[in-house]
C-alpha cells in the first residue's frame, strides 16, 4: 500500500495542476504556457506548504487521503488566484 503521505502530496499536486489548467483553458485570451508554467509553479508551491499542516496519522484511510489532497490543491490555487487580482 502506498504511503499516506505520499499520496496527500501528490493529490493536493494534481488538484493543484488540474485547477491551474482549468484556469487557463476558460481564459478568454488564448493558452499562455508562461503563464501556465508560472501558474503551476506558484500552485506547487501553496499545496505543498498547505499539506505540511495536515496530520495524516489521524486520516481514515486512502480515499480520505485523495480527497484531502485534492480539495488542497484546488483551495491552493483558487486563493492564490484571488489573492491576484
Known amino acids: 500500500m502506498a504511503d499516506l503521505e505520499l499520496v496527500l502530496i501528490v493529490a493536493a499536486l494534481v ?35 498547505a499539506v505540511q499542516v495536515f496530520d495524516v496519522s489521524t486520516l481514515g484511510g486512502i480515499t480520505q487521503t485523495v480527497l484531502l489532497g485534492l480539495l488542497t490543491g484546488f483551495s491552493a490555487d483558487v486563493t492564490i488566484s484571488k489573492l491576484k487580482k
Open 15 to 49: 488538484g493543484a495542476g488540474l485547477n491551474v489548467l482549468r484556469g487557463t483553458v476558460k481564459s478568454s485570451d488564448g493558452f499562455n504556457p508562461k503563464l501556465f508554467v508560472g501558474g503551476l509553479i506558484t500552485a506547487t508551491i501553496a499545496a505543498l506548504a
